[in-house]
């Protein structure tokens, strides 16, 4: 009996082992199908990372702004079809598909500490506390850098004492790209000086304050649509979201485990700011890298 016991443990390790072997390959192969989608968007930033960010000659003038009830600019997108997401980037990007988003307003700047902080007094809802930060939180506590820390909850709860709401994951792509798939915001060249990214070579270590990068705006001249902060939006997350997604003003699955983060973040590469990148964070994540801006829908009292 304890000889067949002894035999039975053999092959149970073995097996274990096996099964963690092909696992282990099956992560590696999955690691290097993704990144080989990816190559001609790592290599197409690297490429065009050197010069400079050329000065934007777009012309914003349609784009009427209007200050909402938080004394926060916000810019008109109008309705309409576009591309989203992509068959070159992430699985959970693809596949690109057109989408029709009705008119709405969304805000120009990310929220920032002194809005955020003026909600907080207000209302008495609790301060956003950031639990890892490698440096002096003192660094994203200036009233005019982008507010940072707060969690999905904190976000949606601010959006609606100002008499709005976070966009949807539909609405906050269609204002970053447009009407036309663009790789980034402003086009498909990456180019220093366009966003906020990873490294001090675009002047920012953390946090810029919202609107430094004018070049770097989207078609409809919204600001930071790239890096800076990444964004809360209001969809749950789901990697197959596009597969059956309707066209017309998708709001994303009825519930989930995760909420969307869009636009990336000054800790990203510019391959993780581009306009169809999609990441999850539990609805509670409090973290230094996540912000936010609102959205409102369109109506004759706007």
């Known amino acids: 009996m304890d000889n067949k016991k002894q035999h039975i443990l053999i092959i149970g390790s ?5 099964i963690c072997a092909i696992l282990m390959v099956a992560t590696l192969v999955w690691e290097a199908m993704k990144l080989d989608r990816q190559k001609p968007l790592i290599a197409q930033a690297q490429r065009d990372s050197p010069p400079p960010a050329p000065q934007q000659t777009e012309d914003y003038s349609e784009f009427q702004p209007i200050m909402g009830d938080d004394d926060r600019t916000m810019v008109l997108i109008p309705g309409g079809f576009f591309q989203m997401g992509s068959d070159r980037g992430d699985p959970d990007e693809a596949p690109q598909h ?6 709405f307003y969304i805000d120009q700047y990310e929220v920032t500490n002194a809005s955020y902080t003026r909600f907080l007094k207000t ?4 301060k956003p506390f950031v639990p890892v930060f490698d440096d002096d939180l003192a660094k994203l506590m200036n009233p005019e850098q982008i507010a940072v820390g707060m969690s999905w909850d904190g976000a949606a709860a601010y959006c609606l004492w100002a008499g709005k709401r976070l966009p ?8 970053a790209r447009g009407e036309t798939p663009r790789i980034w915001p402003w086009g498909d ?8 990214i990873k490294g001090k070579q675009d002047g920012y270590q953390y946090t810029a ?3 430094q990068f004018k070049s770097g705006r989207s078609p409809y001249g919204i ?11 209001e969809d749950w997350y789901d990697e197959k979201a596009y597969e059956a997604a309707p066209i017309q003003n998708p709001s994303g699955p ?3 485990n995760h909420r969307v983060v869009r636009g990336g973040s000054w800790a990203e590469t510019a391959v993780n700011v581009r306009t169809a990148k999609r990441f999850a964070a539990r609805q509670g994540r409090a973290d230094s890298i996540i912000g936010f801006r609102c959205a409102k829908d369109d109506s004759p009292s706007t």
């Not at 057109?98 to 008119?103: E, G, K, L, Q």
């Not at 949807?168 to 204002?175: D, F, L, V």
């Open 168 to 175: 949807t994951e539909a609405e906050w792509e269609k204002a």
């Open 123 to 126: 209302t008495g809802y609790p």
């Open 189 to 196: 060249a990456f180019g220093v000086g366009n966003a906020n």
């Open 223 to 233: 600001y930071d649509m790239a890096g800076n902060g990444a964004e809360w939006v």
């Open 14 to 18: 073995i097996a274990f082992i096996v």
């Open 209 to 211: 304050l919202p609107g």
């Open 254 to 256: 009825e519930n989930g």
């Open 98 to 103: 057109p989408v029709f988003v009705s008119r």
